[in-house]
């Protein structure tokens, strides 16, 4: 194949790209922030695109991210590719600030105190993914299930965790917009500029030429 890579990655070399991106985060961030400057659409779209997907990376619904940040983005008529490139605004490094946020706000708000530690949350939503599974296989098999385990996760932490990811959510993704679409605004102006200025550059040398004779 053209794209093959020579030399092949082993797991832990996939599992570390997935935590630590080559180059870093701080490359890898700069390197989206360039594409989402770049992208060929109006700044409004492109901010609102923005918004979806620095918002959804405040809620619990891990794995459908990037299907979330695309659906709002249609809804409010924003850019797609940009609600898909910000939910990498939810990775390793931020995960544990955006968690915080979310779940201290729905403690405060229903009034009530998760049983999970911070730390172990991923955990516990990976956990409840595999017992969900289970319980839907074993009522394939043998039509029984059992659904205390979920039952009391659901309650104790994915409730709070998706009543308080609104207001840190919402927060986060008009500050999001507002910030990004001066950003590229200015940054599409200031390319068209220097379109401009070229095209002025080439004017006169077409003109000299044209009037030059043999």
Not at 27 to 44: E, N, Q, V, W
């Amino acid at each position: 194949m053209v794209f093959k890579r020579r030399d092949k990655q082993s797991n832990a070399q996939r599992l570390k790209a997935l935590v630590y991106p080559r180059g870093g985060w701080r490359r890898a961030i700069s390197y989206i922030c360039l594409r989402l400057r770049r992208l060929p659409d109006r700044p409004a779209r492109i901010a609102r695109g923005i918004s979806c997907g620095v918002f959804v990376c405040f809620t619990p619904f891990f794995g459908f991210h990037f299907f979330l940040a695309i659906f709002f983005a249609w809804m409010v008529q924003g850019n797609k590719i940009a609600a898909f490139l910000a939910t990498l605004v939810g990775n390793p490094v931020t995960f544990p600030l955006i968690a915080a946020s979310s779940i201290h706000t729905g403690e405060l708000i229903m009034q009530v105190e998760t049983p999970i530690p911070l730390s172990q949350i991923l955990s516990a939503f990976a956990s409840a993914f595999g017992e969900l599974a289970r319980n839907l296989v074993n009522i394939t098999i043998s039509g029984t299930a059992e659904w205390d385990r979920l039952h009391t996760f659901f309650h104790a932490v994915f409730i709070p965790y998706a009543v308080g990811s609104l207001i840190p959510g919402l927060i986060a993704a008009t500050v999001a917009y507002v910030l990004s679409h001066k950003v590229i605004l200015a940054y599409q102006k200031r390319r068209e500029t220097h379109a401009r200025k070229r095209l002025a550059r080439k004017k006169p040398d077409k003109a000299d030429n044209g009037g030059a004779t043999p």
